[in-house]
């Protein structure tokens, strides 16, 4: 009987160890499958010296002997103290075994100071792998990029790799509370136990700053932009630098949201006013304290003046007043402010589209040279699709900080698969025309446009307590491609794509090839049956699920579905040329020439730019309203065929995560038919025409849809 117990223990045990519960994310390490690349790599990887002792190169060092170990099933020789034999060798460039190596000044220089080089050196008649950086960062980030190439079975003879990032800060914003929830979070409760720190620090943290490092990204906003000043209070800050203490070796720094209050609120001033000494003073005494707790803290992010977030305005003051009061504090200490620009106030403007220009335009050149003004893609809010926003390349003299939204808000919470990459390319790649063709986000993110040094780009995490982190097993995606891109805004959605499905399932080409076509288009798919041809927040009321086009009479207009849409009985959309709210205006001209006509407007955008009538003929030559209904219906029939792509892998990946997915997908796939239904029965009360016979009929009608209610969606904010 004994015996049967610890029998069963084991197959549980052995079980639990192979369980693919996404919790290893993309760094799995798992045995490399292909027997002829493993047998190549095992005779080239015996041994690894690794020249350094810091504390980031004790984490380069356990990684690589974790990753090695794993994908090669070997032993590997840790050379203690001499790499003269060694296959792999990693240190600094100052270092002696670097240096033993002749590597080639021209080799080193313009890497930066995370930049890395990875190379196949001939030393004494032997091939060397040489991971090198100017400081330790980089080794650790090399060491990352090594066991990638073998993650992903990539050939590792004759290798010269010389990276470095394109942008400087590249951060997670948490959208997290101190009291455990995640606003717009789907993947569970934070992370961040702050009742327990700082004495207990919980091994996540520590898989978070891997996974973080292991795709370039350097900073760790810890709280939500809805700031609450406590977090910067003594006891606050003695936690604050506990996860700092965990996150520096990895090269990431906190950040923290700066309540505008806060000398307020905690230092029992009367005022908030960024010109008031005292206030002043405050901050600098706060930022002191700050860095005597944290010394390397990054700095701050600030949502001020909007959806009644205090700030400067509150005081007569403006966000130029504000960003440099913070500035100033933190400018001893080499921190930064990131000032966000998305900005609504309680009067309701003709266009929300056109505040954040109209409020920050004429600050350009007027913020301290620590201060980066971060902006969402799109000038609305993180809608499944939207122009590029229209201060990309409006203010030269001023960095400017992408923030993109890696937690699916408006795109299906963590239900429906969708993978954004391909969502921030388009911005990315998207010409401003600022300096003349070729002025593209990408270029103005990355500061190569404008010639600035301090650059960034900040995701909103898709992050939680979850076993596998983001909710969906594909959300993941989401974080890894957030990472590359920051480090390298030209790389492909598809390349990264290909690595991350590697990585986190398998090399089998046929799984790779199909998993990624269903991720590539996953986007357009959902944007085709929430919000085709331009439209745009017609979701849920607040909590923002699922379809709502009919929200009207709120207490504030932009606040309502109808204020997006603008259907009537003669046709939809929101006229945002000359004749409407000219927010085209804002834009370089060859910009609004070409989305001011209706004929060069690419569809994907026609709606947002134009009020468009019912019977206006498209590229497919059907009128608006049937093309309406085609792209609903396509919406939701090619969730279906993601299902088929789907069902097809079965056996080919783990049981697990295929079971989940697939649950996942019916679930989108219901989803995706009301929000068929809803949106093209609602329309269809405007456009009074009937559904083209050729699609089937809706399964409900629009009564039904509209009492729907889900008084408990995740995500929402408390005091909504
Ligand atoms: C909106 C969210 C809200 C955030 C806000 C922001 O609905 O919860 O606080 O963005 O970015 O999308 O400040």
Redesign the pocket.
């Known amino acids: 009987m004994k015996k049967l117990v610890s029998f069963f223990l084991l197959i549980l045990i052995s079980n639990s160890a192979l369980s693919e519960n996404g919790y290893r994310l993309w760094l799995r390490y798992d045995l490399i499958k292909n027997q002829q690349m493993l047998t190549v790599y095992r005779k080239q990887i015996k041994s690894v010296y690794i020249d350094g002792y810091s504390p980031t190169f004790l984490v380069a060092k356990n990684e690589i002997f974790l990753g090695l170990s794993g994908l090669l099933g070997t032993a590997i020789t840790d050379l203690k103290t001499d790499g003269k034999n060694a296959s792999v060798v990693c240190g600094t460039f100052n270092s002696h075994a670097i240096k033993n190596l002749n590597i080639k000044e021209a080799e080193k220089s313009s890497l930066g100071k995370e930049g890395y080089i990875i190379r196949s050196v001939v030393y004494k008649n032997r091939t060397v792998i040489v991971i090198a950086a100017p400081e330790d960062i980089g080794v650790l980030y090399g060491v990352y990029h090594f066991l990638r190439l073998l993650q992903t079975n990539e050939s590792i003879k004759n290798l010269v790799v010389s990276e470095s990032p394109k942008t400087k800060l590249r951060v997670l914003n948490h959208?997290d509370n101190l009291d455990g929830t995640v606003?717009?979070g789907y993947a569970g409760f934070s992370l961040w136990n702050w009742h327990k720190l700082p004495g207990y620090i919980d091994a996540r943290y520590i898989d978070y700053a891997r996974a973080n490092a292991s795709i370039g990204i350097n900073g760790s906003v810890l709280t939500n932009?809805?700031a609450n000043a406590v977090v910067l209070s003594p006891d606050y800050l003695k936690k604050v630098a506990a996860l700092a203490d965990v996150f520096r070796p990895y090269g990431i720094k906190v950040y923290l949201t700066a309540r505008f209050s806060a000398p307020i609120e905690l230092g029992g001033l009367s005022t908030a006013d960024p010109l008031d000494e005292k206030v002043r003073q405050w901050w600098k005494n706060k930022v002191k304290e700050i860095y005597e707790h944290v010394p390397d803290f990054g700095g701050f992010v600030v949502?001020a003046n909007?959806?009644g977030q205090p700030g400067p305005q509150n005081y007569g003051r403006s966000h130029k007043d504000g960003a440099n009061m913070l500035a100033d504090a933190l400018q001893p200490y080499q921190g930064v402010v990131m000032w966000?620009a998305?900005v609504y106030d309680d009067n309701v403007p003709d266009d929300r589209a056109k505040q954040a220009y109209n409020e920050f335009k004429l600050f350009d050149g007027a913020f301290n040279n620590n201060v980066l003004v971060q902006v969402k893609n799109g000038p609305i809010?993180?809608q499944p699709r939207e122009p590029f926003h229209p201060l990309f390349g409006a203010m030269p003299k001023t960095p400017l900080m992408m923030e993109f939204q890696l937690t699916q808000?408006y795109l299906g919470f963590s239900t429906h698969l969708v993978y954004l990459a391909t969502l921030f390319k388009e911005c990315l790649d998207a010409d401003t025309y600022a300096q003349g063709k070729g002025s593209t986000v990408s270029k103005v993110i990355n500061g190569s446009l404008d010639k600035h040094e301090l650059t960034g780009m900040a995701g909103v995490a898709n992050i939680g307590s979850d076993i596998n982190w983001c909710g969906h097993p594909f959300a993941q995606s989401n974080w890894y491609a957030f990472g590359r891109l920051a480090w390298n805004t030209e790389s492909s959605a598809e390349s990264i794509a290909e690595d991350w499905i590697k990585m986190t399932f398998t090399v089998d080409q046929t799984v790779v090839q199909s998993m990624k076509s269903v991720m590539m288009a996953s986007r357009e798919i959902t944007v085709n049956y929430m919000t085709p041809l331009g439209l745009h927040h017609i979701m849920g009321w607040s909590h923002?699920h699922g379809p709502a086009p009919w929200i009207s009479n709120k207490h504030r207009a932009d606040w309502t579905s109808v204020y997006y849409h603008k259907a009537d009985t003669l046709g939809i959309g929101f006229d945002r040329t000359v004749t409407g709210s000219n927010a085209l205006s804002q834009y370089a001209k060859p910009v609004q020439d070409f989305y001011g006509s209706v004929d060069t407007c690419p569809e994907e955008y026609l709606l947002w730019f134009h009020h468009v009538k019912w019977d206006y003929q498209t590229k497919s030559k059907r009128t608006l309203w049937e093309e309406l209904c085609h792209r609903y219906y396509s919406g939701a029939d090619s969730v279906q065929w993601m299902q088929k792509k789907w069902d097809a892998l079965e056996g080919k990946i783990d049981a697990e995560r295929f079971r989940q997915v697939k649950m996942l997908l019916q679930v989108q796939y219901e989803e995706a038919i009301a929000w068929r239904d809803a949106c093209v029965l609602y329309f269809q009360t405007f456009a009074r025409r009937p559904i083209p016979s050729v699609l089937e009929k809706p399964l409900h009608t629009l009564e039904y849809y509209k009492q729907q209610s889900f008084p408990y969606a995740p995500g929402i904010?408390p005091q909504w």
């Open positions: 959208w606003e717009r932009v809805n949502k909007s959806e966000r998305f809010d993180f808000e923002h904010r």
